[in-house]
């Protein structure tokens, strides 16, 4: 019975998914200038192969919107030299699987938030920018500036057909209700819906008009030093993008699932099937944030749904090719729009107000440089200059002061409470600054807390944090809550509290269990554990 039920988890997992990624796939294929078979044979490959070699965790991999960029700039750099984008594809693949066999998979939580939400809305932004031509009817251009160059000068002579179906599909994608948008996906009834019309209105504009629906045949590309040195640049670029996101994806899909995988295995597995995807033609992913979760969402639990889902896919190819081909590009863009708005960090936009100078100074500078120059130059700046202002910010701080410690009493106190109420009260010190190195390390250190009820939580610094901070004890508070475990947050900074305030972390926690000593809030703790068992 539970086989079954998985079973069916998994096959509705995959059929989410697959409706989801379908436009996707489409648009990002048109978009890279390698044609939307391209996109569609390789997700269909890629995650064939994570689902025999990667973790049990449902990763639906495909080409995402980062990606895209990446291979679109590429393809433009490179004049569209199809054979050369192919070796640097395969070149990505064998530095994804290499990088997987080292300790680079573990490097990622240490990059700042703000370095990640930088790098992402650039990619939103850039999105949005790319589409705003095939949007009007006019032709896509391969980066922002020539993209708003071209819109502006050749704006009078829009095509109307293209702009009508266009401003149909983003009132459609952005206007669905998300209780409608949760059973049919929004941007897949604005692919159909809006297709139709342009057939049945007989509107000229310009449309996918192919798409192969035979099997990708194998290309080896023509290689030698010369060529592999002056395009591993680009390889690296790719690489590194095709690895950050996908192990963005794995942090998603643990929180999601209550497991820890192998960080390793999955970009190895990736690795491999990027390398088969370059070799057939096909287009690099990632595992992709959107189509897992709405995999995971539905009821999918384990790789099975990797498996099951490009048969899907296949059948809707091989099925529906004709219909493909009539889709408009103008729909195309505007679904990429909405995707393009649905990467942009409207988390932190929230906060941003409340966000230290020197979080805003990495964002911006990682958002302008991803946006108008290079994207791993970006993120590689960001990270440099978020450590020189952190260092600066602890070396301005820095002070030589003796202490003589002459009661340990409390430390007593805190032994003694653990055992009489048998560790369903513990006392955790946060020594040092809460930042963003120490952050995710900390958040692993609550997984397990078997049978406590009442965590009290001393954060022994007065410094303010960080935003990686904040929204680290917020994941941390999240995770008590859904272990059942309630949260007593010990501070010595009024400062601090409200910082905490204004984000809604003290909302989040409750007032009445925020205190600033704590003999007051071990009692606390055990009058609430005494009235529970009452």
Not at 287 to 292: G, P, Y
Not at 451 to 465: A, C, F, P, R, V
Request: net charge positive.
């Amino acid at each position: 019975m539970l086989k079954l039920k998985i079973l069916i988890g998994d096959t509705f997992g995959a059929l989410s998914a697959a409706i989801v990624a379908l436009p996707q796939l489409l648009a990002f294929g048109v978009v890279t200038g390698l044609g939307a078979s391209a996109g569609i044979w390789g997700a269909i490959i890629l995650c064939l192969i994570t689902a025999i070699l990667g973790p049990k965790v449902p990763f639906i991999s495909g080409i995402t919107g980062p990606v895209t960029i990446v291979i679109a700039s590429i393809m433009h750099a490179l004049q569209g030299d199809i054979s050369a984008v192919i070796l640097i594809l395969a070149m990505a693949g064998i530095l994804q699987t290499v990088l997987a066999l080292t300790s680079f998979p573990h490097i990622i939580k240490y990059m700042p938030y703000p370095v990640i939400s930088g790098f992402m809305n650039g990619i939103g932004v850039i999105l949005i920018i790319m589409q705003l031509n095939p949007l009007f009817g006019l032709s896509a251009k391969p980066n922002t500036i020539e993209s708003l160059h071209y819109f502006i000068t050749n704006l009078t002579h829009l095509n109307h057909d293209s702009l009508f179906i266009g401003l149909i599909t983003l009132l459609i994608v952005f206007a669905i209700p998300k209780k409608l948008n949760k059973i049919i996906p929004s941007q897949v009834l604005a692919l159909v819906i809006c297709t139709c019309i342009s057939i049945k209105m007989g509107l000229n504009l310009t449309r996918i008009s192919e798409i192969s629906i035979t099997l990708p045949q194998i290309h080896i590309p023509q290689s030698n030093i010369h060529a592999i040195i002056t395009y591993a640049h680009y390889a690296i670029t790719l690489a590194i993008v095709l690895c950050v996101e996908s192990l963005l994806t794995g942090l998603v899909a643990d929180s999601l699932l209550k497991t820890k995988t192998s960080s390793k295995r999955l970009l190895f597995a990736q690795g491999i099937g990027n390398i088969f995807c370059a070799l057939t033609g096909s287009l690099s992913g990632t595992a992709a944030t959107m189509r897992t979760v709405a995999a995971i969402n539905a009821g999918a639990t384990t790789r099975l749904t990797v498996l099951i889902m490009p048969l899907i896919l296949a059948v809707l190819v091989f099925k529906f090719s004709p219909f493909v081909a009539q889709i408009p590009l103008a729909v195309l863009a505007g679904i990429l729009i909405k995707i393009g708005f649905d990467i942009i960090d409207v988390k932190l936009l929230k906060v941003i107000k409340f966000a230290p100078k020197d979080d805003l100074y990495v964002l911006f500078l990682v958002f302008f440089l991803t946006v108008f120059y290079n994207l791993i130059v970006a993120v590689g700046a960001g990270i440099v200059f978020a450590a020189l202002l952190y260092a600066k910010r602890i070396a301005d701080k820095t002070k030589l002061v003796e202490k003589n410690i002459s009661d340990n009493s409390i430390i007593d106190i805190e032994k003694q409470v653990e055992q009489d109420f048998e560790h369903k009260i513990r006392v955790v010190h946060i020594e040092g600054q809460f930042f963003f190195g120490s952050a995710t390390q900390l958040i692993s250190q609550f997984d397990e807390l078997l049978g406590t009820k009442y965590l009290i939580l001393n954060y022994s610094s007065e410094d303010l944090m960080d935003i990686s901070a904040i929204f680290a004890l917020e994941d941390i508070i999240v995770r008590l809550n859904s272990q059942k475990i309630r949260t007593i947050l010990i501070l010595h900074s009024p400062d601090l509290y409200n910082q905490l305030e204004s984000h809604g972390i003290i909302e989040q926690v409750g007032k009445h269990h925020i205190f600033f000593d704590e003999a007051r809030a071990i009692r606390f703790a055990k009058r609430c554990l005494k009235r529970r068992k009452l």
